[in-house]
């Protein structure tokens, strides 16, 4: 059978609406036509150089990201910088790129869920649901984090180091260790520093994000922990998410995961 870039679309969409993408986000179509015949996709967090070169390696045609390669408005295709120069090879290469960013994150399901699962928090909740009737009626369960418990309390360096080894991270910066025990477990993946609030209120012992700035461990002042996993470190299972949706929906259609997704923040031990 053969398959066209909107048929790719149409799958990731049935699950992830582009309806659900927040304004200021680039989610869809960055790069190719709808119309354009594609035989393999290749899934990543974002797309660079390295990513490019896989993808012409393995025979991709299309490549589906978590972040949109471009973000922010261009005004020229010069090639300076690396998101001009990846489009650019992008049209040249015949390589279509799509990206499902903030509406994977906020379908229900998705991101933080995918997140929450590996961590085997039970009774999960949405943290923070969305707002405005339109969305409300039809995805009712939509919005960004979860909240959940713990099958068995943990004392904060244990839950610390567990969280550690199910996410395979390097680091966790985090605030004072002010509760005795962890139940009780608030996350949202990305930079979600600024649903802490709205975790401390739920009554979370421990709320999980990143992109935490300084005076964020201060404000958590003794009455939750807030704990900062990394971007990159979050986010890394959308390459098992889309992987996921993608197969599920179009069985018969190749798809890789890739084998050249980095993380670009570097730690010195």
Known sequence: MKYRV????????DYAP????QPYDNSG???????????????????TDEVMDEARQIGADIVISHHPLIFHAIKRLNGEGYVQRIAERAIIEGIALYACHTNLDAVHG?????????????GIEVLDVFDGQDLREKWELAGFGVIGTLPEDMEPIAFLAYLKEKLD???VRHSALCKDRISRVALCTG?????????CKAGTDIYIA????????????????????GHYESEYCAIDLLYEIITKKLPTFAVRKSEKSRNPVNYYY
């Open 6 to 13: 909107k048929d790719i679309i149409l799958a990731l969409e």
């Open 18 to 21: 582009e309806i659900l993408q």
């Open 29 to 47: 179509l960055v790069v190719g036509r709808y119309n354009d015949e594609v035989s393999k996709a290749l899934v990543c967090v974002d797309v």
């Open 110 to 122: 998705g991101m933080s869920h995918k997140v929450a699962n590996i961590l085997g928090l039970t």
């Open 169 to 171: 991270l390097d680091v």
């Open 191 to 199: 930079g979600g520093a600024s649903l802490a609030g709205k975790a």
């Open 210 to 229: 990143s992109d935490f700035k300084y005076n964020d461990f201060i404000d958590a002042d003794g009455r939750f922990i807030v704990a900062d996993i």
